[in-house]
């Protein structure tokens, strides 16, 4: 069974601190991204991978970074955590076969930053 | 630049019924993939169909299935037989080979019993 998982369901930072999102896939997916999900606003991505090491800015990068040592495992980093960074978090891979790829979604971490 | 549009942010429905969710986008591209989400309150996000541009015939899955016309860039989700765990956000979505996918910004529906 296809598995995504996110190290956190709630989270709740101060503003200025170094938060880490933890991403898990194990079904050896090739791509893994970051969306939040505003309402009213839907899914934005913020960064994708497309291999180990590698990485490319979606379309609201600022204020974010990402790492990926190894395949299965991709991470999301708010280098100095903001309030209008409060937002829900998903986490997704995919396998690399064109477009026709579904993405595999995780449950999403809530991030509260006061 | 490729964009996805869900005009309708709320619907309800009764149970049982039949429900269509409506889903616009632009592109200058002509092969393509378009796909259906479905979040659940609290749940993950998961796939619900997809269609292939290049194919004529419509998708179907159970009770889902989409009305897809290519040259007015429209893609709907028809939902047959409404039912309590169909309530839910649906999320229209539009992708070009492998680069990123392009969501729309979601329906939420509701089904009354």
């Known amino acids: 069974d296809v598995k995504v998982t996110q190290s956190s369901r709630y989270l709740v930072k101060r503003t200025g601190e170094k938060v880490f999102l933890e991403c898990v896939q194990d079904m050896d997916h090739e791509n893994m991204f970051w969306y939040r999900q505003d309402p009213g606003l839907g899914l ?3 960064y994708f991978s497309y291999d180990v090491k590698m990485k490319e800015k979606g379309d609201i990068p600022e204020g ?10 991709f991470s999301l980093i708010l280098e100095s955590a903001s ?13 690399l076969m064109g477009g026709r790829a579904t993405q595999y979604f995780g449950p999403g971490t809530r991030l509260l930053v006061l | 630049a490729q964009t996805v549009t869900q005009s309708q942010p709320e619907m309800s429905v009764q149970e049982a019924e039949t429900v269509t969710l409506s889903c616009t986008y632009d592109t200058s591209e002509s092969d393509y993939y378009l796909f259906w989400y ?15 541009a290049y194919k ?15 040259a007015a860039k429209s893609f709907s ?11 839910a956000m649906y999320f229209c979505a539009y992708r070009v080979a492998d680069d990123k996918i392009i969501f729309g910004k979601g329906t939420r529906l509701h089904i009354l019993p």
């Open chain 1, 44 to 46: 934005r991505l913020i």
């Open chain 2, 38 to 52: 479905k979040q659940p309150p609290s749940r993950q996000m998961i796939l619900v169909i997809r269609q292939e």
């Open chain 1, 83 to 95: 309030t209008n960074q409060t937002s829900m978090y998903l986490c997704a891979s995919s396998p």
């Open chain 2, 56 to 70: 004529q015939q419509n998708a179907t899955e159970n009770r889902f299935s989409v009305n897809f016309q290519k």
């Open chain 1, 64 to 73: 974010y970074s990402v790492s990926r040592e190894k395949k299965e495992r």
């Open chain 2, 77 to 87: 989700l028809k939902i047959s037989d409404s039912q309590l765990g169909d309530a």
